[in-house]
T-cell receptor, first 112, second 114 residues
């Protein structure tokens, strides 16, 4: 059965810390892995990864995929209170584009 | 502005049939419904690849959908039960092609069934 596992489920850090969020998966016919940030309500898109070893960066956030070991990490450097959110990992299969399997999410709290 | 619009945002019901509407203005082929429960992440209820083409996701029991127009994908609960109390999201995306595509989410509907 397809599954996506995120760790840790919850994390509390202080401003300025660097955090690493993990996502491992077992999905038939992998197409892509996506990271979303969920603050108040709707998840918003961060990254889409399809190839191993190629880092995607956006400001203080970066992510990389390892298709051999079936995992991805999301790094956030110099964390700010505005980074507090639930970070969701989703894996897209080849059945169709909307066939995404989500992990349970990592709740990140950044304290001042 | 490109967006996915859900209504209502909040709803409390006592077993009466209800419909949550979802509309997107991006001409996306794919639309889907998810429910989000603590510790379980987002679970797919139903999805649609195009007009008149729908299929079950992981947790379809107790729900119905229809796709009569490309932009709209309503979620119907014929006889809501307390275990359907949840946060619901509608999402849409383009035909993904070989490398996948991001999904755009609505603002969510908080449903409470008492």
């Amino acid at each position: 059965e397809d599954k996506v596992v995120q760790s840790p489920l919850s994390l509390v850090v202080h401003e300025g810390d660097t955090v690493t969020l993990n996502c491992s998966y077992e999905v038939t016919n992998f197409r892509s892995l996506l990271w979303y940030k969920q603050e108040k309500k709707a998840p918003t898109f961060l990254f889409m990864l399809t190839s191993s070893g190629i880092e995607k960066k956006s400001g203080r956030l970066s992510s990389i995929l390892d298709k051999k070991e079936l995992f991805s990490i999301l790094n956030i450097t110099a964390t700010q209170t505005g980074d507090s959110a639930i970070y969701l990992c989703a894996v897209e299969g080849w059945v169709w584009g909307g066939d995404m399997r989500f992990g349970a999410g990592t709740r990140l709290t950044v304290k001042p | 502005e490109a967006q996915v619009t859900q209504n209502p945002r909040y709803l409390t019901v006592t077993g009466k049939k209800l419909t949550v509407t979802c509309s997107q203005n991006m001409n996306h082929e794919y639309m889907s419904w998810y429910r989000q429960d603590p510790g379980l992440g987002l679970r797919q209820i139903y999805y649609s690849m195009n007009v008149e083409v729908t299929d079950k996701g992981d947790v379809p029991e107790g729900y119905k959908v229809s796709r009569k127009e490309k932009r709209n994908f309503p979620l119907i609960l014929e006889s809501p039960s307390p275990n359907q109390t949840s946060l619901y999201f509608c999402a849409s995306s383009l035909d993904p092609g070989p490398e996948g595509t991001e999904a755009f989410f609505g603002q969510g509907t908080r449903l409470t069934v008492v």
